[in-house]
């Protein structure tokens, strides 16, 4: 018999997550837990949700991957005339989650968002491979398209006018820096009772509470 989706559930029990055990510093936070999910050879470990929304509030997400942090805050790249990027243009502010199941760990991150430089965007967009690139130039990212044909097509003109070589980043093409204001570490404990540190920015730095699960 298939099992019922009610029924799907585990109970969390690697690790705990205690207010002596946290940094001052959010990024820093991060970075430790980072370094953990990299160390256990989590796939696609920089795979994050990316929520947007509208001004009026209607809201969207998806997966991106994570492609710079700094003390700023976290980086990904995109086309500006997506989806994405026109809510972006319109409400600057964003949400990021990371889930690593087999740590059993949730990032949050809320805050407001920037384009990143020229010189950065360039400078990702010259360390990607050609065929990334070339997807850049073939695809009007989320408009409609009458078939698959059309990218494939694309993809032949842009491969014949640019060739392998020196390929130059699309003018609607660079990066996004989401700067947190607000960072939830979650670690999963059992029994649904589980560990939620909260950061919040505040003039003169980060507050540290604990929330409910």
Do not use: C
Request: charged residues 30%.
């Amino acid at each position: 018999m298939e099992q019922s989706i009610a029924d799907i559930r585990k109970d969390y029990k690697l690790k705990s997550l205690l207010e002596e055990d946290v940094l001052d510093n959010p990024l820093e936070q991060f970075k430790n837990w980072w370094s953990e999910a990299i160390n256990s050879k989590i796939e696609e470990v920089n795979a994050m949700t990316l929520a947007t929304s509208t001004p009026d509030g209607s809201p969207s997400a998806r997966i991106v991957l994570l492609k710079g942090l700094s003390a700023e805050g976290f980086m990904f790249f995109t086309n500006y005339k997506s989806h994405k990027g026109k809510e972006l243009a319109a409400n600057p502010k964003a949400a990021l989650v990371f889930f690593w199941k087999e740590l059993e760990r949730q990032v949050r991150i809320e805050g407001s968002v920037d384009k990143v430089s020229e010189a950065d965007s360039e400078a990702y967009f010259a360390s990607r491979p050609a065929a990334s690139k070339i997807g850049a130039w073939a695809s009007a990212q989320s408009t409609t398209i009458a078939n698959r044909d059309i990218i494939e097509r694309n993809v032949l003109k842009y491969q014949a006018e640019f060739g392998e070589e020196n390929i130059p980043k699309p003018p609607h093409w660079g990066g996004y820096i989401v700067r947190p204001l607000r960072v939830e570490f979650w670690q999963g404990r059992r029994s649904r009772l589980h560990d939620r540190i909260l950061y919040r920015r505040e003039e003169n730095g980060w507050t540290i509470e604990r929330l409910a699960p």
